[in-house]
T-cell receptor, first 110, second 111 residues
Framework: KNEVEQSPQNLTAQEGEFITINCSYSVGISALHWLQQHPGGGIVSLFMLSSGKKKHGRLIATINIQEKHSSLHITASHPRDSAVYIC????????????FGTGTRLTIIP | DTGVSQNPRHKITKRGQNVTFRCDPISEHNRLYWYRQTLGQGPEFLTY????????KSRLLSDRFSAERPKGSFSTLEIQRTEQGDSAMYLC?????????FGPGTRLTVL
């Protein structure tokens, strides 16, 4: 079992729909990142969370430390949101390292 | 450009050859990570440096793989006797604290 699990693996939606991507982790963490990866490989960090909720434009990220669960929401989705969204955690035991989920491929259809 | 850079961006090699990739992190970042990503998968951890010390190596990093960060600045990842299964995107990231910045990756194709 992976230390970081994401669901769904693939998601196709119509433009304008509300999108939710989920991330569950099984290890102790000091921080969680939501990352965006476009075709061609470039990875950009969208959010870093250690508690609560963060919002940036149409993106909202939440984390529940007790339940070891985080969600990424996209409101009013747009075709330019099409990308792979990856959850990654900094583990807090021993040497910190960033461990990734397998990603969610999001396709928004006009 | 003050971001993380990786060279080369693409490498095609024949099975059995050795390859070396370079990562130049953001200058004040003390942590440097190497990851490998195959198609349809999230990045997999390979190894991690804090300054010049290699603190952790993944079991994925066989004896054919070696990484160095000699002066705590740039890092190199060498793969000896490449195999077709080594074909992947090799990603480097650097951080000071817990906010990583990623390089564009080096795509390796082993024929």
């Amino acid at each position: 079992k992976n230390e970081v699990e994401q669901s769904p693996q693939n998601l196709t939606a119509q433009e304008g729909e509300f999108i939710t991507i989920n991330c569950s982790y099984s290890v102790g963490i000091s921080a969680l990142h939501w990352l965006q990866q476009h075709p061609g490989g470039g990875i950009v960090s969208l959010f870093m969370l250690s508690s609560g909720k963060k919002k940036h434009g149409r993106l909202i990220a939440t984390i529940n430390i007790q339940e070891k669960h985080s969600s990424l929401h996209i409101t009013a989705s747009h075709p330019r949101d099409s990308a792979v969204y990856i959850c990654a955690v900094f583990t807090n035991f021993g040497n910190e390292k960033l461990t990734f989920g397998t990603g969610t491929r999001l396709t928004i259809i006009p | 450009d003050t971001g993380v850079s990786q060279n080369p961006r693409h490498k095609i090699t024949k099975r059995g050859q050795n390859v070396t990739f370079r990562c130049d992190p953001i200058s004040e970042h003390n942590r440097l990570y190497w990851y490998r990503q195959t198609l349809g998968q999230g990045p997999e951890f390979l190894t991690y440096f804090q300054n010049e010390a290699q603190l952790e190596k993944s079991r994925l990093l066989s004896d054919r793989f070696s990484a160095e960060r000699p002066k705590g600045s740039f890092s190199t990842l060498e793969i000896q006797r490449t195999e077709q299964g080594d074909s992947a995107m090799y990603l480097c990231a650097s951080s000071y604290g817990q906010f990583p910045f990623f390089g564009p990756g080096t795509r390796l194709t082993v024929l």
